[in-house]
């Protein structure tokens, strides 16, 4: 009856709800849909799109870099760089905090780059400015950009707390929200020597 | 909290904490969930806030202002309804309605969409309204006291939902189950209340994150603990209405979630802020207006893991008594 009763009030909200687009948070699935998802070049184990590669990012000192430039440094070639976007909000400061100082010393001889990403500061003084506020401007071996163009965030399916880890290949190797950082460090560890 | 993460959790604190009006049981209650008055039968509730924000808390209680050029603001229209079931219960619903309204010098984003909705039952230990204008005898001391059980259904759109980005969220994609301790007395003209909260979420899977599927993983939200205490003061007009000024504090902590059963050190939140409200019912009360104001310093150590807000919220709500 129980059950029942769950089912009739999550049936009349679904009716409710779902012609808003809603209703997938009622009866949650566990279904692994990854495969369905259609591909595209945001996805992991697909190589990231050309106007991704271009796509300017603005660093604190207002000079430009090009995600092709980070992957293709003919001096220390990564073997991975790790997007991370931020919107300087609470969650976001805390999963920073967690990348700086639990996830970056252990991999701080490595061949990685770990970049923050601002995608919501209309210029790099801006940036700078929210850097400097949440304590990161000048932190050594986290590289803050700003997403220009708004590119990496459309062409990555960006969003607050979003990591993405793209290998010295060019391919993504991981797109997900950072959560504890758990999935993260198992990329890395994949990827790294 | 992107806006999303912001509006989902301002969403949350909203829902549990929403400003209190002393001497529910007597017909002056109002915000958050809806208490019907002793000899009420049903309530019809609305409520129209505007929340900005100012800033945020880190996870070691720092303040820290928004980025430059920020304005961060949310709008909730919330419905609600109460409806008296038996001599000593009663039950009622609430869905708010979320319009994000964000600025950041680089980008605009403004969305709106149902918010959680939250149904809930009140029990009530007495049988006769408490408040009393004189204490004669040691019974006038005898409070009010209301045991409530709630549920939010994740009615919002959360980051587990088909959502282009976070700034499209409303909700935080949880059931959760709230047990709540409501003790009041009023003594005319005073009103003091104190309600204790605990929120227990619900494990869920979690197979797509802001549009994109992902591995499959259980999630679980902390559990929430809440304390708000209010002192209230009534005057009388010539005319026998009613107004009441009520200061209030809150105090909202969750816990940390886990995912796949291990703590997520990255989560977890506590707030803290104060409330003063108004409220007006004219003599026969079947009527009641509010203005609230509830406000989070921006101070170190005032929260954490959470934004720190300013709310104004205008409701009104009708009452027919049995």
Redesign the interface.
């Known amino acids: 009856m129980c059950c029942s009763f769950r089912r009739l009030l999550v049936s009349l909200l679904m009716l409710a709800l779902g012609g808003c687009g809603m209703g997938d948070d009622l009866l949650p699935s566990d279904s692994d849909l990854r495969a369905v998802s259609g591909g595209g070049a945001y996805l992991p184990g697909e190589p990231v799109g050309e106007a991704t590669r271009a796509a300017p990012l603005e660093t604190v000192d207002g000079a430009v870099v090009r995600l092709d430039e980070l992957l293709n440094d003919p001096l220390e070639p990564p073997r991975a760089v790790v997007l991370y976007f931020t919107m300087w909000c609470p969650i976001c400061l805390a999963h920073t905090d967690h990348l700086y100082n639990q996830v970056l010393p252990r991999h701080a001889s490595e061949p990685v780059r770990f970049l923050v990403v601002d995608y919501v500061s209309g210029s790099w003084v801006d940036m700078r400015g929210a850097a400097q506020a949440n304590g990161y401007l000048g932190a050594a071996g986290l590289e803050i950009v700003r997403d220009a163009e708004g590119v990496l965030f459309d062409r990555l399916h960006g969003a607050m707390g979003q990591v993405v880890v793209v290998d010295g290949e060019g391919v993504i190797r991981m797109n997900a929200s950072y959560r504890d950082g758990g999935e993260l460090e198992a990329v890395l560890d994949r990827l790294l020597p | 909290?992107?806006r999303?993460?912001?509006c989902l959790?301002a969403a949350l604190a909203f829902l549990a904490s929403g400003t209190a009006v002393a001497a529910s049981c007597c017909g002056g209650g109002g915000g958050g969930a809806p208490v019907l008055p002793k000899d009420g039968a049903v309530l019809w509730d609305l409520n129209a806030a505007v929340e900005h924000y100012h800033g945020?808390?880190?996870?070691d209680g720092r303040w820290?202002?928004?980025?430059?050029?920020?304005r961060l603001s949310q709008y909730r229209l919330t419905p609600g309804h109460a409806r008296r079931l038996g001599d000593r219960w009663q039950a009622y619903a609430i869905l708010p309605l979320v319009v994000n309204r964000n600025h950041?010098?680089?980008?605009e984003a403004d969305t709106e969409?149902?918010g959680d909705?939250s149904l809930g039952l009140w029990y009530e230990t007495f049988d006769e309204a408490t408040c009393v204008y004189k204490v004669r005898r040691p019974a006038d001391l005898r409070p009010s006291i209301y045991l409530g059980a709630g549920l939010v259904?994740?009615?919002?759109?959360?980051?587990?939902?088909?959502v282009g980005?976070?700034f499209a969220i409303t909700?935080r994609?949880?059931y959760r189950l709230d047990l709540s301790f409501d003790i009041e007395k009023t003594v005319y003209p005073w009103s003091v209340q104190l309600r204790l909260g605990y929120g227990r979420h619900f494990q869920?899977?979690?197979?797509?994150?802001?549009?994109?599927?992902?591995?499959?993983y259980?999630l679980r939200l902390g559990d929430r603990r809440s304390l708000s205490l209010t002192l209230g003061y009534t005057w009388f007009l010539p005319n026998l209405a009613q107004l009441t000024l009520t200061g209030g504090y809150s105090d909202l902590r969750e816990g940390r979630a886990r995912?796949d059963g291990?703590?997520?050190?990255?989560?977890g939140?506590v707030r803290r802020s104060f409330s003063l409200s108004w409220a007006y019912s004219p003599a026969h009360r079947r009527w009641n207006a509010r203005f609230s104001w509830g406000h989070a310093p921006r101070r170190d150590g005032w929260g954490e893991?959470?934004?720190a807000t300013d709310v104004f919220t205008l409701g009104v709500s009708h009452v027919l008594f049995l």
């Open positions: 909290m992107a999303g993460l912001r959790l945020f808390w880190a996870q820290l202002p928004d980025p430059p050029g920020a950041y010098s680089g980008r969409g149902p909705l259904v994740p009615t919002g759109i959360s980051p587990y939902d088909e980005d976070n909700g994609g949880f869920r899977p979690v197979n797509r994150e802001y549009g994109v599927y992902v591995a499959p259980r995912i291990r703590l997520d050190p990255t989560t939140l893991n959470f934004p």
